[in-house]
């Protein structure tokens, strides 16, 4: 009888351990993608966001968001998050609310690299060997967007093949003048940049 | 008469002959004709740290087809934005990445702008740089200045492979960019110029030993 009660009660321990554990993974949200804007003007801020949620609490609006796709309008930021179990959610933040950090990380990059870490032109620190993005922005003079994970979200076998307009890019972040897609990859160890005007195909490797 | 027919006829033959090696020749070339001299509109980026925050400068490595002095080089660079000023050299090998510094070329501008095709920034007037087959070369395209607001590309070739290296601090220091997707370029002898096609030489020299030829055939009856 003694040996049964104790028995139960390291089961118990156990369970609410587990129950303790599954609910702490559920608080952190990995970053998947993200993107800002309002209707069908809309950037990918990915690379932004998972910087951003390593640092403290921020505000949503154009200055952390890097780019206003949308002038004038009211703009929702997007966060599409996945937690340690598996299970995927959507976050979204009007413009002039405040995330708070704590819940995501901002990881999600074969190979364990973190893509807003480092130099781009640099070695890269893992071993990871196939395509990865590390760093991509689609616009003209000062008004660019982030498109680094909506890039690495077309990666098929390591290989990226995209028709280079605003539509693939997600949106127009300089309406009115031509854009250009600047990408910096790591490919089999190795790092470069490529630049691609609108309208032309862009294919890596 | 007769001797100084087959003496035209002959003096034909060596003024053709002759010509051979004066004119200028390709010692390399990856660009296409007509409007696909190169891939406009997708290249390698050539940038300085002002605009895009980081700067990169591209070397292509190559090979001569025939021993020669260099005497142009074209380079299908595009200019984007910034300020439109590149710097090249043409380097000898080191173990795979661009050595020792056999000509450069400085604030050099592209006429072209990024996305259009097929104008080339061309270096004429190159001389005392002997290139030699079978030995490997590097072609360099940089930011004139590191800190610069450049941003350009260097359009892909057409269909050439090559060894690349990367620098990012103006091409002080090479990493190696593995094999990948020529830039466009050619290397030319001899004061560069329009290259004479070999079908257009056999086309002229038999023009003029047919020509020498009727006037004998004239001048004997």
């Known amino acids: ?205 | 008469l007769k001797k100084l027919g087959w003496l035209l006829c002959l003096l034909a033959l060596a003024v053709c002959a002759s010509s051979l090696p004066a004119m200028a020749g390709t010692l390399y070339s990856n660009l296409g004709t007509g409007s696909g001299v190169y891939q406009e509109g997708v290249g390698w980026t050539i940038s300085g740290t002002g605009t895009l925050g980081f700067s990169q400068s591209i070397g292509e490595q190559f090979q001569v087809t025939s021993d020669g002095s260099v005497g142009q080089i074209d380079i299908g660079v595009g200019y984007v934005e910034g300020t439109n000023a590149f710097k090249v050299t043409l380097d000898a090998d080191n173990n795979g990445l661009p050595g020792a510094v056999l000509g450069e070329w400085d604030n050099l501008s592209s006429p072209q702008t990024f996305g259009g095709c097929c104008l080339l920034m061309t270096i004429s007037g190159i001389s005392g740089i002997d290139l030699t087959t079978g030995t490997n070369y590097w072609l360099t395209v940089a930011p004139e200045d590191v800190g610069s607001t450049l941003w350009g590309a260097w359009n892909f070739s057409n269909s050439a492979n090559s060894n690349q290296a990367v620098s990012t601090d103006g091409g002080v220091t090479w990493n190696s960019g593995g094999f990948t997707s020529q830039g466009a370029f050619d290397v030319l002898s001899g004061g560069g110029g329009t290259t004479p096609e070999p079908s257009s030489l056999l086309l002229l020299g038999t023009g003029l030993v047919g020509a020498f030829g009727a006037i004998r055939r004239k001048l004997n009856r």
């Open chain 1, 1 to 205: 009888m003694r040996d049964a009660r104790m028995l139960l009660s390291v089961l118990a321990i156990a369970i609410i351990a587990a129950l303790g554990s599954t609910d702490a993974a559920a608080q952190s949200w990995q970053v998947m993608s993200a993107d800002y804007g309002v209707n069908n003007n809309r950037v990918d801020v990915t690379n932004t966001v998972r910087r951003l949620v390593n640092g403290p609490n921020f505000r949503v609006n154009n200055t952390t968001m890097g780019v206003d796709p949308a002038r004038g309008k009211d703009k929702v930021l997007r966060i599409h998050a996945r937690d340690g179990s598996g299970q995927m959610r959507d976050f979204n933040y009007n413009e002039g609310q405040t995330v708070d950090s704590r819940q995501f990380t901002g990881g999600g990059f074969p190979g364990g690299g973190y893509p807003g870490g480092g130099y781009p032109g640099g070695n890269p620190g893992n071993q990871f060997r196939g395509l990865r993005i590390v760093q991509a922005s689609y616009g003209a003079g000062n008004r660019r967007g982030d498109v680094t994970g909506r890039l690495q979200g077309m990666v098929r076998n390591n290989r990226l093949v995209v028709l280079v307009n605003n539509a693939t890019m997600g949106g127009d972040p300089a309406v009115g003048q031509t854009k250009n897609l600047q990408v910096n990859y790591e490919y089999q160890g190795q790092r470069r940049n490529t630049t691609t005007r609108e309208g032309n195909n862009l294919t890596i490797p």
